[in-house]
């Protein structure tokens, strides 16, 4: 009854059926410290803690974007596996005429010409381009004399029938290039004889014509000057004729040699495929492929969200301070009937439980009221509520506990067993509770405190006045309420004094936080704290304000 006598303050009242201890709860009121320069020395370890909390948090995405990653690569390597490969090694001839270190290089560049791809091509009887083909086979230089040509095609039968005919069209080309080089050397000298026949032709005609005239000293000197050149031309011919002989005579030896030396040493063999090697690169490469996509999927999502999650950010936006932050809260499928409050055993949920009795406003006379504000996900503050008025009433049987559920579709109410709007007495595993519901069509609800109560009955719906009787007779009101910028909140003066908003960490924006804490404001509700749910065990903030106040419990003695 509300008159009799109290046990004790409403702190000490066990709220949970288990023996566990309520979890620890944040209080940071002693706290005194510079929050800004806190936040400017630790801008760049916040910066990483921030990147790794939302990589951990976003874990599955990235593990799922690995996972296809890897199913990716494994099927591209079944669908697409790489071209079969043959190669054949060719030994060079010695060419005279170059360093060997350059003639190498040389018939590599003669080897991946389209000239040469043009011939392989040719002989094969394909049609393609030689550009085109000459992409699908590479020349390696292994030493000085011996160059290896490895080529690429669907199949390794294939693949030796190309390289072959690669090595063919390179043995050929080179002979054909040996020659014409011959042919051209020859033939310039040849021409470079007969411009010295000419010359000196040109000087015995002269010659001649100077003989045919007088005797006179202009005649002897002009002889004796011709005589000169008629012998420098005929030595200067000599010489070409021996040079074009002895050079005929070397170049047809160095081509012969080069032709010669020039061979297939190795005949094309198709080359063996490392399959497990094959195996790692595709499938390694997919899954740190998805595993790179997944992390900066997740990385740019968590920098372009709006989403608080950051207990200082919270109480910011708020403008009240997270006197309590708890983990990710796992809650019992089955929230019906009483049997979703099993759920009210985790440590989570005992904590929320221990900080809204120790966060009711003093109340020496009179009825007792709390309201809980869920910003976003109402499930957590209704169990919650659930099983502060269930462990009220059970640890102290002499107090008698109203419960008001004015959020949409009632989960609080759900969980005691109410399922249809209006004001009931209900037993929860023996527990007697009073719970209240308003009808569908009440989106505004009046509540038993201030001037509606005092409001003439005539004026008041059944709701209010079922109530107000219930608020008559109870020692404690626990009321969940949330909020729509819609329709305001100022009928929430009408059910508390002081209300805890409970955030869930990375569901709702700082603007839809702020707006819910001014409403309760506006309403002349305190806003006594706010817990955050879901918070991030690398979160250091500490989630208070300027105006950050004690928690005060009631004691109802």
Known sequence: MKNAPRTGPLSVVSVARSDDPPGRIWTFDELATDRDSVADLATGLTSVGFIRAALR???WLWCATAVLGTLVGFGVLKELPP?????????LGTNNFVEPGEAAQDDVAIAESRAVAANALLSLGMQESPASFAADYTVTIITDQVIVVTVKAKSSQVAVREANAVARAFIK?????????????????QQQIALAQQELNSINREISRVLGQPPSDARAAK???????????????????????????????????LVAGTRVLDAAVPLSRHTKKLLVIYVGTGLIAGLVLGMFIVVVRALVSDRLRRRDDVARALD??????????????????????????SPEIKRIVAHLASSMPHAARGTAALAVVPVDDPQVAALSVASLAWGCAQGMPDLQVLVADLCPGAPAARLLGVQEPGVREVRVEGVPLVVAVPDRDDAVPVGPLGRASTAPAAKRSAFTEAVASAFDSADLLFTLASLDPSLGGDYLAGWAPGAVAVVTAGHSSAERIHAVGEMIRLSGTELISAVLVGA????????VTDRSSPPVSIDLA
């Open 83 to 91: 071209a079969d490969q043959a190669s054949t090694t060719i030994l």
């Open 320 to 345: 009240a301070p997270v006197r309590l932050s708890v983990g990710k809260v796992r809650l019992s499928r089955r929230l019906h009937g009483g049997r979703g409050l099993e759920a009210a055993q």
């Open 223 to 257: 002889l004796a000057s011709l005589r000169s050149q008629a012998t420098k031309a005929s030595t200067a011919l000599t010489a070409l004729q021996q040079g074009s002989q002895g050079n005929k005579v070397t170049t047809q030896v160095n081509a012969d040699t």
């Open 57 to 59: 948090r976003g874990r």
């Open 173 to 189: 080309f080179q002979q054909q290039n040996v020659q014409a080089t011959g042919v051209d050397v020859n033939t310039l000298l």
């Open 536 to 543: 991030d065990k690398t979160d250091q903030s500490l989630g």
